[in-house]
């Protein structure tokens, strides 16, 4: 499998779940991962088990949330590396403290605001140029079914989430011309231990996923979508926000 072969990825977040599997299809695929990730032990580990599968993959301590950081994770791919043609802002997630917009603790709009939507935002900044300067590629962002359909008790992660998929597509217009294509996808409960624990705990959640009509949806099924928007097989496809949802969207 080399669908992803001479290709350099910067994953976020990817020391586990969503991340962790798309970093190991990537890999797979024959891409050259980055590792970004807070978690050393974790991003250490994701690295171990990629390059133990025959892969090769670097780990950089990332805080996606402090420019400089992610900033120096870019800087150390194409170091490393010598190009970056993917960027997987996958880092994110929310809480089982969020809430309705009367009800949510302020800390934890600020919280997401600035991990999710902020985070991505410090991905592309820096991201982007290094993509271009590689002569062009791909930026993946995530964004979330809430984004897409109304579902109570998550408006802090709405807001952000919802702000992912706007800029997602103006910076599909604004980078074209520079060989940038830039999509999202939008997730419905993906089955990581983090969203395990938040949906028991969630009776929206639940019901949510509840809801699915193909079954519940596994890291891996994020990844596959991932590697897609990765590959050249999306080369027409930019400014797109795509749900991977169990068909929760339409039910």
Not at 33 to 60: H, K, M, P, R, S
Request: charged share 20%; with cysteine.
């Amino acid at each position: 499998m080399t669908r992803l072969a001479g290709k350099v990825a910067l994953i976020t977040g990817s020391g586990t779940g969503i991340g962790r599997a798309t970093a190991k299809k990537m890999a797979a695929e024959g891409a050259r991962v980055v590792v970004a990730e807070l978690n050393a032990a974790a991003g250490e580990q994701t690295a171990q088990i990629i390059a133990q599968a025959g892969g090769d993959a670097i780990f950089v301590r990332t805080d996606v949330t402090e420019p400089d950081s992610i900033q120096a994770a870019i800087a150390r791919a194409v170091q490393h590396y010598g190009a970056l043609h993917v960027l997987h802002n996958n880092a994110g997630g929310s809480t089982s403290i969020d809430n309705t917009v009367v009800d949510a603790p302020l800390e934890e709009f600020w919280r997401v605001i600035k991990l999710d939507l902020f985070g991505t935002f410090l991905g592309c900044r820096f991201g982007i140029p290094a993509i271009i300067a590689s002569g062009g590629g791909s930026v993946i962002n995530m964004s979330s079914n809430v984004a897409l359909m109304g579902v109570p008790g998550r408006d802090c992660y709405t807001a952000a989430k919802g702000g992912v998929a706007a800029i997602t597509r103006s910076m599909a217009v604004e980078f074209a011309p520079r060989k940038v294509r830039v999509n999202a996808i939008a997730p419905s409960a993906t089955m990581t231990d983090r969203v395990r624990a938040l949906v028991a705990g969630n009776t929206a959640l639940d019901k949510l996923a509840q809801s699915h009509l193909v079954g519940l949806i596994e890291p891996e099924d994020i990844a596959d979508m991932a590697v897609f928007l990765a590959s050249d097989e999306s080369r027409m496809v930019t400014g797109h926000v795509y749900p991977v949802d169990s068909g929760v969207t339409i039910s």
